[in-house]
């Protein structure tokens, strides 16, 4: 048994106007919101069990769902959000996490569930062509991410230098273990007692560092492709331009409705 979390509580700033009435997650990708298109992936790999943690314009967010609210929202970042739903975190199953603002295809998703890592993060080996797609700089947006011979992550999230720093990219999307799952509560409560509200703030990059650093086995599971991040509307503008080209499944072939 699964448990799915979708991080959606900020305000998706980059994405206005289109975020001014609506959460991030409910930004449309080729006329399906981003949270549409990851709960049918879900739902496609039998996932039901999933929770979306919400903050800004939770009121939008769908009632057929469950939602928690991240009440502190607009102080603290994406690791608050997770540990709101820290119930979820029993020990009895494990536990996906995804951002919000990410889509997927199933395939990637399969692979990540297949992994039997304590802790598996789904990694973009073909990360470079979809950057290099976004924007014009690809080596300024991009973060580390190093990997020992066997897969283990021993280093992302921090500034690259150069292209030799990034062995692919982390693109937001997590699996826990069970029994790996019912410590980070704690390991979480630790952080928040030794750096108190600057913990609040930390990035979900830096919690999985501080995993890493502490002796936890991180795996990657590598995939080349099969995602898109939506966080600006250059973004967006850009898929929307490789679908009229019929250019995108190079990157993420859509799902249809219907």
């Known amino acids: 048994m699964l448990n799915a979390i979708i991080l959606a509580a900020g305000q998706g700033s980059r994405l206005r106007p289109l975020t001014e009435d609506r959460p991030k997650c409910l930004v449309e990708l080729a006329g399906r ?37 991240n009440p502190r929202y607009e102080s603290t970042n994406m690791v608050e959000s997770l540990f709101c ?5 029993s ?16 395939q990637v998703l399969a ?19 979809l950057w290099e797609a ?39 999307l997590i699996k826990f273990r069970a029994g790996w799952a019912v410590h980070l509560p704690k390991i979480y409560r630790t952080l928040l007692d030794i750096h108190g509200p600057a913990a609040q703030t930390m990035y979900m990059t830096d919690f999985l560092q501080h995993l890493i650093d502490s002796g936890w086995r991180v795996q990657s599971v590598p995939v080349d492709g099969g ?19 019929g250019e995108l499944a190079r990157f993420y072939r859509l799902a249809e409705q219907g």
Not at 85 to 89: C, E, G, I, P, S
Not at 227 to 245: C, I, K, P
């Open 33 to 69: 919101s981003l949270l549409e298109r990851q709960l049918e992936t879900f739902a496609a790999l039998g996932i039901e069990r999933v929770t979306i943690i919400g903050g800004y314009r939770a009121e939008q967010l769908p009632a057929d769902v469950r939602v928690i609210v």
């Open 85 to 89: 739903a820290q119930a979820l975190m």
């Open 91 to 106: 020990g009895e199953n494990d536990v996906i996490v995804s951002y919000g603002d990410i889509v997927f295809e199933p």
């Open 134 to 172: 976004r924007m014009e700089d690809c080596l300024r947006d991009a973060e580390t991410l190093k990997l020992a011979e066997d897969g283990r992550i021993i280093e992302l999230g921090k500034k690259a230098r150069s292209f030799d720093e990034i062995q692919g990219q982390y693109i937001g």
């Open 227 to 245: 995602w898109l991040e939506v966080d600006t509307l250059r973004d967006l503008q850009a898929y929307e331009n490789l679908r009229r080209a």
């Open 111 to 129: 692979r990540l569930c297949d992994s039997t890592a304590e802790v598996a993060v789904v990694v973009d080996r073909a990360w470079r062509q």
